[in-house]
Nanobody, 123 residues
Framework: QPQLVESGGGLVQAGGSLRLSCTASGLTFSNYLMGWFRRAPGKEREFVATITRRHATDYANSVKGRFTISRDNAKKTVYLQMNSLKPEDTAEYFC?????????????????WGQGTQVTVSS
């Protein structure tokens, strides 16, 4: 069974940085578009960033210029480098894999999800 496992979350002060990782197993990683989403308390899950099979990227406006998504197909891992963190970035962060990659901003487009990792940014 395909599995995605996130790591790297934690508590950081505003202005700080974190790098999230998501390692896949049980699927041909290079065939999938990979995305990061987040869900803040009391809010819907929202798109954060995506990286295609060809390493093209796209970001939510709220994180553009601060977050960077990348992937290492040999390690079956996608990363989210988060800089200049703000308290409003506090959320549970999820990675997801999408085979078709058409509506990559929509959570229901994705085939597989990780369990999430908590990011808390203190002011």
């Amino acid at each position: 069974q395909p599995q995605l496992v996130e790591s790297g979350g934690g508590l950081v002060q505003a202005g700080g940085s974190l790098r999230l990782s998501c390692t896949a197993s049980g699927l041909t990683f290079s065939n999938y578009l990979m995305g990061w989403f987040r869900r803040a308390p009391g809010k819907e899950r929202e798109f954060v960033a995506t990286i295609t099979r060809r390493h093209a990227t796209d970001y939510a406006n709220s994180v553009k210029g601060r977050f960077t998504i990348s992937r290492d197909n040999a390690k079956k891992t996608v990363y989210l480098q988060m800089n200049s963190l703000k308290p409003e970035d506090t959320a549970e962060y999820f990675c997801a894999a999408d085979f078709y990659g058409l509506r990559y901003r929509e959570p229901d487009e994705y085939d597989y999800w990780g369990q999430g990792t908590q990011v808390t940014v203190s002011s």
